[in-house]
């Protein structure tokens, strides 16, 4: 507890040393068009995507609104590069490129990795970085990384909206947002919402709530920016349907195979931010960040494990895990303007501290009778009879059945992480045309996992450092080619921190690298078009079952093309395409790598008629996907292609009142969107209408 208090004193003290200019400070509207790193260690006018050399893909808030997104999973339907995993029907879990990852996700640049759905009531834009990016936003970002950035308070402005949305299904949503300016160099800004959960399938249901008030303060040349979040969420756990043949059995697609009660994730979260920006002189400025969140996750489940389809049964396994965690974070960095001669550019100099403490159980399920052989005898799963709904009372030979998760233990971890972290970049002018970004980023990271149940320690430190280089080419202001290289890495307890054995912490963490070439063209101010080619492998480190000695693999390679279309065509047509093209190998080349699909085709069209109509149509195509690692020239459990069509309609009934009505899955489409393992598939959801209505005050 000290320590938080110590650093909350630090960053308090550090408002009155450097607020002390009184000049005003400039706004500057660059929302879609800059990310978040960018515009907080800008200096004049911020980095433009057009000069990033890296794959990047930028989502405002009114374009979720407009196409009625209401996850993240939502948004990277319509992203290329990405596609979604199921995350065990509790968390948002996405692929980059083939890398899967439920923990690189960053709200303003600050590491937000707790399993769990998270809202976008109070998010400006959305950020996915494709490729592995640890210099600016730390350890992680193995495959790529999705930031949030969070509605803030605006000095000088007085405005507010006032949201609510249902569907066809049942779910409702209601959000506010309203910023008040409390004198010339204050503001206020409050975002809430409360969501009511439903979709296609039975027992689906559940509740959020989050409430985010933020303050702005700008003393002269310093900025500061507060923000205190609460969450609370509860909803149905559905872990999908099983397969056979290798592919999902259609005719399960009404059957939910979980129990009311039984299929439960419950999150409690408070999230304290701080964020001070203070220009020091015409070429330098410093900024410092602190963020504090305390998380109680829970989740228990029951899932398909096996599945018979002779006589109808299916296998039922399942766990109760609740999680505890709270992370402090401080970021402090400095950037300053250089010029000699011909060269010009920016140098950034940070340094980083992470303190977490995770706390995580996992408990089996626990049957009293055992169906078969030693029948009678407690067992952690257990076949029933399949029906609508389950019926979990009787085993399918017909014994008394119940369940608790509380009797048998499996594991019980306590975790103590600790990251400190340099970094350097430089942002380089060698010329009009040549520019150049180039930095790397030094991690120690310290770890004790304390196997509580079985009262031991394992401890791990790693240095590890993680270069990247960026060169662009501009052959004209609108247009940019680009070489880039990156790594990031991923220690040995995972990105959960859940586990740490004996061969584990004598291992070294798995690498992952990018190579990417890339174009960017500004058709004009408000339409970009993108590709890249890129190569990305992960490497890991593993004995010999035989020998014993540390051998490296290469666990991962992916190679393939995206391509971007997105903006404004004219003042009524607006465009966004993307198309990817993927092809991997894992294991030296033995297999074909899980939840990679060689294809995938996102588009958006909208078209404003006149001032008081508008439509969209959307389309988006997924190909086929394997549900595990398959050996090359071998069939295995695999995810159909499929192809879903989405329309809009928009209604600006008047200045400030407009009204959106959302078909989803215009074709009543059956997909299955991502699987968790083999009879876990995720049923899509089926022909769905949302209407929604939007006041601005």
Do not use: C
């Amino acid at each position: 507890m000290k320590k938080y208090i110590y650093s909350a004193l630090l960053l308090i003290g550090s408002f009155g040393v450097i607020a002390q200019n009184s000049d005003d400070v400039e706004e500057v509207e660059v929302k879609g068009k800059v990310l978040y790193v960018d515009q907080v260690n800008s200096l004049k006018p911020p980095v433009p995507i057009l000069d990033v050399p890296q794959s990047v893909s930028v989502i405002t808030d009114e374009e979720i609104k407009n196409q009625g997104f209401r996850e993240i999973a939502d948004i990277i339907r319509y992203s290329p590069g990405v596609n979604t995993s199921q995350g065990e029907g509790h968390r948002d879990a996405v692929v980059f490129r083939g890398v899967r990852s439920t923990a690189d996700f960053y709200q303003d640049g600050v590491r937000d990795d707790v399993q769990y759905y998270r809202s976008l009531y109070n998010v400006e834009q959305l950020e996915i970085l494709r490729g592995p990016n640890a210099l600016l936003f730390g350890r992680g970002g193995t495959g790529g990384l999705i930031n949030r950035v969070s509605k803030k308070a605006e000095i000088g402005e007085a405005f507010g909206t006032f949201d609510f949305g249902a569907d066809s299904f049942g779910a409702a949503d209601l959000a506010l947002d309203a910023n008040f300016a409390t004198s010339d160099t204050t503001a206020v800004r409050l975002n809430l919402h409360t969501d009511s959960l439903a979709n296609h399938r039975d027992f689906y249901e559940g509740e959020r709530y989050g409430i985010n008030p933020t303050v702005k303060i700008v003393a002269g040349d310093t900025t500061v920016d507060l923000s205190y979040e609460i969450a609370d969420h509860e909803r149905f756990i559905d872990r999908g349907i099983p397969t056979a043949n290798n592919t999902p059995v259609e005719s399960l697609k009404d059957v939910v195979f979980g129990v009311k009660g039984l299929n439960l994730q419950t999150l409690e979260a408070s999230i304290l931010r701080a964020n001070v920006a203070h220009d020091y002189s015409d070429s330098g400025k410093f900024n410092m960040s602190f963020t504090s969140s305390d998380f109680k996750k829970m989740y228990k489940n029951l899932y398909a494990a096996g599945y018979t389809a002779a006589d109808n049964t299916v296998k039922l396994d399942g766990y109760l895990d609740p999680t505890e965690r709270q992370n402090m974070i401080l970021n402090a960095n400095v950037v300053n303007e250089f010029s000699n001669g011909s060269t010009s550019g920016t140098v950034l100099v940070g340094l980083e501290f992470v303190d977490t403490d995770n706390k995580n159980y996992r408990y089996n399920t626990f049957f009293n009778n055992r169906a078969g052989k030693d029948a009678g005898e407690p067992t952690d799963q257990q076949i029933f009879n399949i029906t609508r709904p389950l019926d979990i009372s009787k085993t399918s030979t017909g014994l008394d059945s119940t369940v608790d998760y509380t009797t048998d233990l499996k594991s019980s971890s306590e975790s103590d992480i600790t990251v400190t972290s340099f970094y350097l970049q430089g942002d380089i002018d060698f010329s009009d045309n040549w520019k150049m970004i180039i930095g790397g980023r030094l991690d120690n990271f310290d770890i004790t996992v304390t196997d509580v149940k079985k009262a031991q320690d394992q401890s791990r430190k790693d240095d590890m450092f993680s270069p990247r280089l960026g060169v662009i080419y501009k052959p004209v202001d609108n247009m940019s080619l680009y070489v880039s290289y990156s790594e990031s890495f991923l220690p040995r307890s995972g990105e959960q921190y859940k586990k740490l054995d004996a061969s584990g912490a004598a291992l070294d963490p798995d690498v992952f690298k990018n190579t990417e070439i890339g174009y960017k063209y500004d058709i004009h101010d408000a339409l970009t078009f993108t590709a890249a080619i890129f190569d990305s492998e992960s490497t890991r480190a593993e004995k010999d079952n035989v020998s014993g000695e540390t051998n490296e693999i290469r666990g991962l390679e992916v190679e393939g093309v995206e391509i971007e279309l997105s903006g404004d065509i004219d003042d009524q047509n607006n465009l966004t395409f993307g198309y990817t093209s993927l092809d991997g190998v894992t294991s030296k080349g033995t297999k074909q790598p899980r939840e990679l699909p060689d294809q995938m085709l996102s588009l958006w069209y909208s078209y404003q008629a006149n001032e008081t109509f508008g439509f969209g149509l959307g389309v988006t195509h997924q190909g086929e996907s394997f549900i595990k690692d398959t050996s090359n020239g071998s069939t295995g459990p695999a995810l159909p292609d499929y192809t879903r069509v989405d329309f809009a309609l928009f209604i600006n009934a008047s200045d400030n009142d407009v009204i959106r009505i959302n078909i989803e899955n215009l074709t009543d489409e059956l997909y299955f969107p991502h699987s968790h393992s083999t009879h876990q598939a995720s049923v899509g959801e089926s022909l769905n209408a949302r209407v929604s209505y939007t006041r601005r005050f």
